[in-house]
């Protein structure tokens, strides 16, 4: 008898709009030891139908209906009681987002020890002693120090870990894993991955692991399923999703991973021998950028300095793509920041186009400005919600000067245009767009000032893969068609093989390695880059299998 | 943390010498004197009050002595109580007035939290309409409206509870104290009705409840903590507030507090008292702000760790 039966799960919300069918019947199930990935795009509705399983779902009204036989008892049926029972003890879920999901008031230890305490009804201190135990397991150093400290003095990777250990503190029969590496760097992602397979294969426990990334499945899954629009188009043993493919669907996704091996159908290869003669358009020279750390202590002898970018030399040629790659941490974004002044920097120089920007005034900073643009990551945060595309659109043409109050609808409507935007939407504002479209109004904001140098940090690490190969595309037609220089900034390198004729490889603040993006992939020449390299997942159940078996070998862990 | 107490107290030392100035003037711009009275007094008589209390010097030297006097904790005489300081006015007045805002602050804490709290948990029922339109109803009614109201039902019609006085009968308190409260409740029921719902919309709280934690503990541990710091930066200002503003009640009810003082110093223009209650008023305004932003410092773990960073 499987652990899991689910039969014709149905969870509908019903919302001014109208009826919501987020899971519109489904059935899986699950074995122990297993492990069973549900794939989707965001919206599909696999995480509302794990979470309608033990009825963490918002309450608006709305119906969950059919049956979740978990041992033999149905958890649809169970009161609050009963489920409150199930819930954390032999049922876990290990959330999305490790920032907003732990309590910033509480200490991880006090967050850690709750199941035990309610479910087991052992002492605190035991409880305390279970928790470092569990805290050591997961890997964080030091447990019986970290124990005390808050969320927030964690970083993501590590508040991910403080999330495991407490699914896993009460050793439960079933663990949901909700994209738990999603918010990760794919070192720190093949990190996770290994551990909860470790642990599954220690504890005989099952697995629902939901995720939008079929590469990341590949290498765990026994079993998966592939959800659209609230209902499973295919589900099957992992060999045969991934090489008999049977759905459309499937097919789409599976192609949509940018694989990078593949050049891209419209890119800028021509251009690629006559950029190597280029002269540079912005050139660093031993950029620092150090932040004070106060936690240390009070006194200024005790202060610790964090070298965000440490002593960093790099060309960008005039209309190349650089891609710049590295953990989170490693002063990526510190970086590009620091190139568009937007933190203060500690020595060496930026000179962009001729002009040393370290040392500019504000006023005569202002003209540079128009000809350096930000795409930032989060087209929810980066975009004011008060504003519509057209607000969004006109207010850096105006400020610059690039557009008269007269013909300024006239020039958002063609940027819109340029980024695929229909013109009808010139009202609306961002909540009513999807991710994917936000992105592409963010991207219409930062290249309406005609800027020569476009910053990109993690454009497309917030969508769904479908949509980022179609922003991808989009941004590779625009640095065609405007001449753009760019310095794309991402911790994806399958994204960065895709799009960038050059990579740069940061580390700890310092750049380790440089070089043409099928050098790089072919001859990594840094130890760092081989180990990122090795750690990015492939679309390949059989040589995911291989590669974690070598990667273990390697010590990935370190 | 020293630091942060301590640049705070610097900063409000500024904002008392603007309200000391800006009273000092006004009071005096204001028609009438301490001496002007309907009964027609001799013009020597008059002269010899104003050259006993200073007033017949320029008004920038009686400002400069003042602020002397007030440098050294001196609020100086009352010009309307003869012979009694107005240190000893407040003195007399203050722990009258405090405990009635002290009640009436456990009254807002009590009713106001717990109404809030039970509307955040079921928004958009029955549980949350009810607490909320009556505290909309708090909010709208006037003490001077309340008072009456509360004395007509529970102290003429159905004879509970004394109509007025402090501390001569047994719970000659209860009706001030709800009084002045109620406002301040519907307040702090707003204010922890939106708090509530915003953490109760959190993504931890969704954690706690996949920990199999049972409901009360979900709101109480998790939800509460977050919930309120709303709250607790509103409760320094209203406690301030109620110091303050409690001379409506402290009339209605009989009661010698210090807020009486305040308005009778007003009409009188008894100046030194004004100025004395004024900034007095003012100094706790601002302590007990600065009291409420060091709690709510407190009991958020980031900021805590910020501000040991010196920031």
């Known amino acids: 008898m499987p652990l899991l039966e689910v039969d014709n799960l149905t969870t509908h919300f019903h919302t001014r709009e109208g009826v919501v069918k987020a899971v519109d019947g489904i059935s899986f199930c699950v074995n122990r030891g297993e492990t069973l990935a549900i794939v989707g795009e965001s919206g599909s509705g696999k995480s509302v139908a794990c979470y309608s399983l033990l009825k963490l779902i918002p309450q608006p009204p709305g119906i969950i209906a059919g049956s979740a036989l978990f041992e033999g008892n149905d958890l649809l049926q169970a009161d609050d009681k009963t489920l409150q029972k199930i819930r954390g003890n032999d049922i876990a879920i290990i959330f999305q987002d490790p920032m907003t999901c732990l309590n910033p008031y509480l200490t991880v230890g006090e967050q850690l020890i709750e199941p035990l305490i309610y479910h087991r009804n052992i002492s605190r201190k035991d409880a305390t002693y279970r928790a470092i135990e569990i805290l050591g397991e997961v890997g964080i150093v030091e447990p019986e120090k970290r124990v005390g400290s808050y969320p927030h003095e964690f970083s993501g990777g590590m508040r991910q870990r403080v999330m495991i250990a407490m699914a896993l503190i009460t050793e439960p029969k079933l663990l949901i894993c909700d994209e738990p590496t999603t918010a990760l760097d794919v070192t720190i992602q093949a990190q996770i991955l290994e551990l909860v397979k470790v642990l599954q294969r220690k504890r005989n426990i099952a697995v629902i692991f939901i995720s939008h990334d079929l590469a990341v499945v590949a290498g765990i899954a026994d079993n998966v399923a592939v959800m659209k629009d609230g209902l499973i188009v295919e589900q099957g043993p992992v060999d045969d999703i991934f090489y008999h493919t049977q759905h459309d669907y499937t097919k789409k996704l599976l192609a949509s991973i940018p694989e990078g091996a593949k050049p891209p159908p419209n890119s800028p290869l021509p251009a690629n021998t006559s950029i190597t003669e280029n002269k540079p358009l912005l050139s660093i020279s031993h950029l620092k950028t150090h932040f004070h750390d106060y936690s240390s202590g009070w006194l200024k002898r005790n202060q610790k300095v964090i070298k965000a970018v440490d002593d960093v030399s790099l060309n960008i040629k005039q209309g190349e793509i650089l891609g710049l790659v590295g953990e989170s941490g490693s002063g990526k974004s510190t970086l590009g920041r620091s190139i568009l002044q937007l933190v203060p920097v500690t020595s060496g120089s930026v000179v962009f186009d001729g002009t040393d920007l370290t040392n500019l005034s504000p006023a005569r900073m202002k003209p540079m400005r128009r000809r350096m643009q930000m795409i930032f990551q989060d087209p929810y945060a980066s975009l004011n919600p008060r504003m519509t595309v057209f607000d969004t659109l006109a207010e850096p043409l105006l400020y610059h000067g690039l557009a008269t109050r007269k013909n300024v609808t006239e020039q958002v409507l063609a940027l819109m245009d340029d980024v695929g935007l229909a013109h009808a939407a010139i009202r609306k504002y961002p909540h009513e767009f999807s991710g994917g479209q936000r992105q592409r109004i963010a991207v219409g904001r930062a290249i309406s000032t005609k800027p020569e140098l476009v910053i990109a940090d993690e454009p497309v690490s917030a969508l769904d893969v479908t949509i980022q190969a179609q922003i991808l595309d989009l941004i590779l037609e625009l640095v065609e068609k405007h001449n753009l220089t760019m310095l794309f900034i991402s911790h994806d390198l399958s994204v960065v093989r895709y799009i960038a004729d050059r990579i740069a490889v940061m580390h700890h603040g310092k750049l380790v390695e440089t070089g043409s993006t099928e050098s790089l992939f072919a001859a990594p020449q840094h130890e760092y880059t081989k180990r990122l390299l090795s750690a990015i997942p492939v679309a390949d159940p059989a040589r995911e299998r291989k590669r974690q078996v070598e990667l273990t070998q390697l010590g990935v862990d370190n | ?311």
């Open chain 2, 1 to 311: 943390m020293f630091r942060f107490i301590v640049s705070r107290l610097l900063q409000a030392i500024p904002v008392l010498l603007v309200v000391i100035t800006a009273t000092f003037f006004l009071v005096r711009a204001a028609p009438g004197g301490p001496f002007s009275a309907e009964k027609t007094v001799a013009p020597e008589v008059i002269k010899a009050l104003e050259a006993q209390y200073k007033l017949d010097q320029p008004v920038w030297q009686q400002y400069l002595s003042y602020l002397n006097d007030l440098a050294h904790g001196d609020f100086g005489p009352s010009f309307r109580y003869p012979g009694r300081s107005v240190d000893e006015l407040i003195a007399g007045g203050l722990p009258i007035t405090a405990e009635l805002a002290f009640y009436a602050m456990l009254v807002a804490i009590i009713i106001g939290v717990s109404a809030g709290v039970l509307a955040a948990l079921k928004p958009n029922t029955p549980q949350d309409y009810v607490p909320m339109s009556a505290a909309m109803i708090g909010i709208c009614m006037p003490s001077f409206l309340m008072g009456p109201l509360l004395v007509l039902i529970f102290g003429i019609w159905l004879e509970w509870l004394p109509v007025s006085g402090w501390g001569d009968l047994p719970g000659d308190k209860i009706l001030p104290a709800i009084t002045l409260g109620s406002g301040y409740a519907a307040f702090l029921a707003r204010l922890s009705r939106g708090g509530m719902l915003e953490v109760m919309s959190q993504d931890y709280i969704r954690t706690a409840r996949a920990k199999g934690l049972p409901e009360w503990v979900v709101v109480l541990k998790h939800g509460l903590r977050g919930g309120l710091i709303p709250v607790i930066a509103f409760l320094g200002p209203a406690f301030a507030g109620l110091l303050s503003g409690s001379f409506v009640v402290e009339t209605i009810f009989q009661i010698p507090g210090l807020g009486r003082f305040y308005v009778q110093a007003a009409f009188n223009r008894d100046y030194t008292m004004i100025l004395g209650t004024t900034v007095f008023f003012a100094t706790l305004i601002v302590l007990f702000n600065l009291l409420s932003d060091i709690i709510a410092v407190w009991i958020n773990p980031k900021l805590r760790h910020q501000l040991r960073e010196g920031k």
